[in-house]
């Protein structure tokens, strides 16, 4: 049987209190599972703003999508992340990732490093908030045992061995970095290469004893019975690719409901994506989508 779908929305604008809380309380009224905040500089901080939305809500889990781990001392994050999953009651979902945006790192004076070093960092904060929250004399304890779920957002090869050994649930970006930026500009994968990039997880993560759940993060959703026209604008930031390449990226969701809720269904039927992660700004258009998908 297919695991069940679950979808978040990744929550990327900073508000005053009242609208950071009604935006939260809109993403549960509209039936979003997880509530999700990134790590970027210009953005909400993290974990203050997951116990608001906690706070705000009753039945989501809230989540990091994703921490940029070379952001972070692992002792320091351990207590964030027990203290959040304390006050908001056993509902956090860690998600971890390399970073991608060397200007956030030159900005706030940390160092960049090569791939290979991020990779490094990332497993050793992985491998030492296990160990800090998995003792029973660390202060103060999270709520979930035996941890606190943990998401990995990955693509290399390293990155996918390290997701297949830790991570209770296999993030995929459906995208790639853009050679030599320091913005964080990414390009996204075609279907062929993100079939690549799943059958490579699944073959370091044969010998797991519980599968990990897939997410995939949606980039654009467009509900339209005129799906060319609505992507026609974003052709100039993919000028590789033709209109009817654009309309195959696993990445995008552009049609009618009907057809969306097909395309979605047709995700986790060859992928396994059975989490979905849409962006803020798709929240209300992907609701009834996600609606039409319960029991599915």
Do not use: K
Not at 87 to 114: K, N, Q
Not at 267 to 276: A, I, V
């Amino acid at each position: 049987m297919p695991r069940p779908f679950r979808f978040g929305v990744n929550l990327l604008t900073p508000a005053p209190a009242a609208e950071w809380r009604a935006t939260c309380r809109r993403a549960e009224e509209l039936g979003y599972d997880v509530l999700l905040v990134p790590d970027h500089l210009g953005m909400p901080a993290p974990f203050p703003a997951l116990v608001a939305a906690a706070e705000a809500t009753e039945r989501p889990r809230v989540g990091t999508f994703v921490l940029n781990a070379g952001f972070w001392n692992p002792a320091l994050l351990a207590r964030e992340v027990a203290t959040t999953d304390a006050l908001t009651g056993g509902r956090l979902e860690l998600g971890l990732g390399t970073g991608y945006v060397r200007a956030e790192h030159e900005t706030a004076g940390l160092p960049w490093g090569s791939p290979g070093e991020r990779v490094s960092h990332l497993r050793r904060t992985v491998e030492e908030l296990d160990r800090l929250l998995g003792s029973e004399d660390h202060r103060p304890r999270p709520v979930q045992r035996p941890r606190v779920p943990l998401l990995i957002g990955a693509g290399g090869d390293r990155m996918l061995r390290l997701t297949a050994r830790h991570a209770d649930i296999a993030a995929f970006t459906g995208a790639r970095a853009v050679p030599g930026s320091t913005t964080g500009e990414l390009l996204p994968v075609t279907a062929e290469e993100l079939d690549e990039r799943v059958a490579l997880y699944r073959r370091v993560a044969a010998d797991r004893a519980e599968p990990a759940e897939l997410n995939l993060l949606i980039q654009h959703v467009a509900v339209t019975r005129d799906p060319e026209a609505a992507l026609r604008p974003f052709l100039p930031h993919v000028p590789h690719l033709t209109l009817e390449q654009v309309l195959a990226l696993p990445v995008v969701l552009a049609g009618t409901e009907e057809e969306i809720t097909e395309r979605v269904l047709a995700l986790r039927e060859r992928y396994g994506f059975s989490y979905l992660t849409v962006l803020e700004p798709a929240m209300e258009a992907f609701a009834p989508v996600m609606a039409g998908l319960r029991g599915r």
